[in-house]
């Protein structure tokens, strides 16, 4: 990690898959640039279970181990990271001007937006004291490491909701799986696994309120109890920064943008598909366009 310098040619918000394809893209063509994450480089892929379709990775591999590569990469690489989080951007006479967590401020010719996705709210009675209370998850990345035999309750019908019950039954927990309506809209391949691995799927089970008692969440009506629950209904892309700069404008549908010299990246493209390797594919191409805003030579629609 480095120090937040004052002004970057090129700024890469989100350290994510397309981020950190971004940053080494600028990298190779040598445009000077910051690339401002929270967390461990690789940002959600960590939360999955098993990634089977991505090319080069014959058998697979783990979220876990693929972040660690890409982690390992980006120090190898040198990439100019900062650990910190881009709350607002504005520009400035043609300069994007990026605020940051810390109170620090970045300037930036251009700006790359790979920012990944957001869950969708929980709409239930007593979410937020579940929250303060460290039980609820969004994803198993904030689930303790080793579980032990506790009992997790995973809601969703989803590839999430599986890969995330999947996790918890390798690290040792119990994983209960309740989907709102009747049907699992999960691949047929994770529900095979689900229940090779022991995973216990109900249907037609909702959950209207969750309450903390004793250290246990108690889940309303189904009066389950568990020590921890993971929220899988469904994510939607993090589009608050590029709100504040395009307010009333569709998110686009490419790498480019309405603005000159802002480029997007993976799952804030509308109607992509989120796969890691497409995410790193826009974030190559936006690192391309960058350079060739900046006066470089690359041509993004080539290669």
Known sequence: MIDVPARTPLLVVGAGPAGLAASLQARREAVGHVTVGTGPPGGLVAAAWRIDNLPGYQGGVTGTGLSRR???????????????????????????????????????????????????????????????????????????????????IVLGGGDAALDSALSVRRRGGRATVLVRSEGLKASTRLVARAGEAGVDLRMGSPVEEATIEDGLVRLLPLDLLADHVVVCIGRVPEDALYRMLLPATALPSSVPTPIDGLFVAGDIIAGHDRFIASAMGDGQRAALFAARFLGGRADPTSG
């Open 70 to 152: 890409l982690a390992r990469q980006a120090w190898d690489a040198e990439l100019p990271l900062v650990d910190d989080e881009v709350t607002a951007v504005a520009m400035n006479d043609g300069t994007f001007v990026a605020g940051l967590a810390s109170g620090k401020t970045i300037e930036a010719r251009t700006m790359i937006l790979a920012t990944g996705t957001r869950p969708v709210p929980w709409p239930v009675a007593g979410a937020s004291s579940l929250a303060r209370s460290g039980r609820l998850h969004r994803d198993v990345r904030t689930l303790p490491a080793r579980l032990g035999g506790k009992q997790v």
